[in-house]
């Protein structure tokens, strides 16, 4: 199965996908995920076989309601306390940590999204589930401006929804999360601040913005979300804590992908977590795309984004503690 981490608990989550046809079972991923010290996973659906295998296991879940359910959930009170009592409830030796409605919504399906929230909010309140947060998970392409994370702000596509998420959100303090990829911030566009930039190894300050010194790319995403929903001007918005629900770097298939790179930033992510940004100073909360790679994704860099394969050896040396 590859080295087993040595550290203690990992300081990230992991993304357990499954568009794969040669994934092993459930609950020999699960197996994984404990030998490795993970203590918290992010499935992208309520997947019964893995949460099946993850009941009773100690590991916190961050489960997907997925966007073709948003129109359902939205509908009304009656829809969103069957999916929770078929998904949630049918599991209660699940530790649930979040529920995450819709990821990366699609425009044409945004004004779905707060009243599909709200009513999984009250579902699982209703049910006695009410620590367990609502949240969604918003892409990279929401964010218009990246540098100087100063001047962050969302595009006004995203503008046009992320008031009422942000409201939603700090009214019922969950946090926000969104899928930040440096790896495709670099090879789109921001490569001239150099590949270091990119991978956690800049000697010293890249981009200094007011007080504030970046040495790394992750921590200037970051910062630039925090100042787009600052700029929303909603009450309390400045509480919303980011969650990175997906990031990391493929191996294979695409510029500047390749195993080399993608050990450096993923093992370089797990121990700067512990120090957050220079503007919120407290440990970000993380989760590595993703666990293995996935063959039934679109080719070339979809598919090599694993920290395995799909026979459970390693894609190279890493732990997850810091």
Not at 78 to 86: E, G, K, Q, S
Not at 174 to 189: H, I
Not at 230 to 249: H, I, P
Request: glycine fraction near 12%; aromatic fraction near 10%.
């Amino acid at each position: 199965m590859g080295s087993k981490s040595n550290a203690g608990a990992a300081s990230v989550g992991v993304c357990y996908g499954t568009s794969g046809d040669n994934l092993p079972p459930a609950s020999a991923a699960v197996g994984m995920l404990r030998e490795n010290g993970f203590t918290v996973v992010r499935l992208y659906w309520p997947d019964g076989e893995a949460l099946a295998a993850l009941g009773g296991s100690g590991i916190k879940v961050v489960v997907g309601a997925p966007n073709e359910v948003l129109t359902t959930l939205a509908s009304g009170a009656p829809a969103a306390a069957a999916w929770v009592r078929d998904n949630i409830q049918a599991h209660p030796t699940v530790a649930f940590r979040y529920v995450v409605v819709g990821n990366e919504v699609p425009v044409g399906q945004t004004q779905f999204l707060v009243p599909a929230m709200e009513n999984v909010h009250a579902a699982l309140a209703a049910a006695g589930l009410g620590h367990v947060k609502v949240t969604t998970a918003i892409s990279q392409g929401t964010i218009a401006v990246h540098l100087p994370p100063s001047a962050g702000k969302f595009t006004e596509e995203a503008r046009s929804f992320m008031g009422y998420v942000v409201s939603f959100l700090a009214r019922t303090r969950a946090p926000l999360l969104a899928n930040l990829y440096p790896y495709f911030v670099y090879t789109l566009g921001l490569g001239h601040l150099g590949m270091d930039f990119a991978l956690f190894t800049a000697p010293e300050t890249v981009v200094q913005d007011g007080e504030y010194g970046y040495q790394n790319l992750f921590d200037a995403t970051v910062d630039a979300l925090y100042a787009a929903v600052g700029k929303l001007g909603v009450a309390g918005g400045d509480r919303v804590r980011v969650v990175v629900s997906e990031t990391g770097w493929p191996t294979a298939g695409g510029a500047a992908a390749s195993v080399e790179n993608a050990r450096t930033y993923n093992q370089n992510l797990v121990t700067h977590v512990w120090k957050g940004t220079p503007r919120r100073p407290r440990r970000v909360e993380a989760y590595v795309f993703a666990m293995f790679n996935e063959d039934q994704k679109e080719a070339g860099v979809e598919q090599n984004w694993g920290l395995f394969y799909p026979n459970m050896e390693r894609v190279y040396p890493i732990t997850f503690g810091a």
